[in-house]
């Protein structure tokens, strides 16, 4: 213990903690998903199960009441949304790899709000909701207080430690409430990661239209989505032309910190003319899309017709029907004892 309390130690830990911690979570999707992992979350494929015959706008209803009953109640009630709708990924199409794709996304939002709740969870908040003890995992510098970091009033037990006064640090209790809550936040995104997987862009946007939202906002969002695929596509087609020619892309490690520090530079200098190439080709891309709309008269009338109507049918009101009834029962959870939403809000 007095190693890992050592001065210098101790600081290193601290600013990988403060850090390090958003950059592994980019790391975890990345090494999991990959530039294809990623393309392959926007791109959709067309199925014949009952979730592909559902209209947009039912599954839209789905993630908003989903949300708000999640925000609205105790954090169990969440984690039962996120196994039902996890449940209903097994009626896509490959479901192992729609769950390749949502589950890095998934576990990364587990381990963010946990991390970031053991760090900055107000000690009164978790003094007060878990029976008034609170148990510090490590110490950090106490000067680190003035950032948010938990800080225990008077003493509190610490691992390994004992008791500590006013210890500024990680929180066992805080780790559990970022776990509990963060099954708000992940019922979302798998319900809204649900309606990617299973209904086409074009079936979105005229979801939206029907919904009164503005075409060009619709419109706007739909295409914001879209170009994520192509934004990646570039990236790969920039970086593995570097490749082939022979550029180091990561720099390679070296004893000799004046080495290091020369691959670095040369690093920065590929990334920043990567960076360019990318531009280039995105803003090449989105010219081709502004052509295409122009000549399709995108908003040349206000009323525009599709060959594919959406309808809703018996199938949809009965989802609309248990949609609305979770909707009411969700309030009424609310407000019975023990059974709201905790009042702190990260």
Do not use: C
């Not at 199960?49 to 993630?63: C, E, G, M, V």
């Not at 299973?198 to 170009?227: M, Q, V, W, Y």
């Not at 695929?229 to 020619?245: D, H, T």
């Amino acid at each position: 213990m007095g190693l890992l309390y050592n001065p210098i130690i101790n600081w290193l830990i601290a600013l990988v903690l403060l850090f390090y911690g958003p950059v592994l979570i980019i790391v975890l999707i990345y090494k999991v998903l990959g530039f294809t992992g990623y393309m392959s979350l926007f791109r959709y494929v067309g199925g014949n199960s009952f979730i592909y015959r559902l209209d947009p706008r039912t599954k839209i209803l789905l993630a908003i009441i989903l949300t708000i009953v999640a925000a609205m109640t105790i954090w169990w009630v969440s984690a039962i949304f996120l196994a039902g709708v996890l449940f209903l990924y097994a009626f896509l199409k490959d479901p192992a790899a729609k769950m390749r794709v949502a589950g890095p996304l998934i576990l990364s939002t587990f381990i963010g709000t946990a991390w970031s709740e053991s760090l900055f969870a107000p000690f009164n908040y978790l003094y007060s909701i878990f029976g008034h003890h609170v148990t510090f995992i490590y110490l950090l510098p106490s000067v680190l207080s003035s950032l948010g970091v938990t800080q225990g009033n008077s003493s509190a037990s610490v691992l390994l430690v004992g008791k500590a006064a006013s210890p500024v640090g990680l929180t066992w209790e805080g780790l559990i409430y970022g776990l509990q809550i963060s099954f708000r936040a992940t019922a979302s995104i798998a319900s809204g990661l649900l309606l990617i997987f299973s209904a086409s862009p074009s079936d979105i946007l005229r979801s939206l239209e029907k919904s009164k939202l503005p075409i060009e906002l619709g419109f706007t969002l739909l295409l914001a989505a879209s170009s994520i695929p192509k934004v990646l596509e570039s990236s790969m087609i920039v970086i593995n032309a570097l490749k082939a020619r022979g550029v180091d892309v990561v720099p390679r490690g070296s004893r000799n910190p004046i080495v290091l520090l020369r691959r670095l530079g040369s690093s920065f200098k590929v990334v920043v003319l990567s960076l360019t190439a990318i531009i280039i080709l995105t803003l090449k891309n989105a010219r081709e899309i502004a052509i295409a709309a122009d000549l399709r008269g995108f908003r040349a009338n206000r009323q525009r017709t599709y060959y594919h109507e959406l309808r809703l049918t018996r199938m949809d009101v009965l989802t609309i029907v248990i949609l609305l009834l979770i909707f009411a029962l969700g309030i009424y959870l609310s407000g019975l004892p023990g059974m709201g939403a905790v009042p702190y809000n990260p």
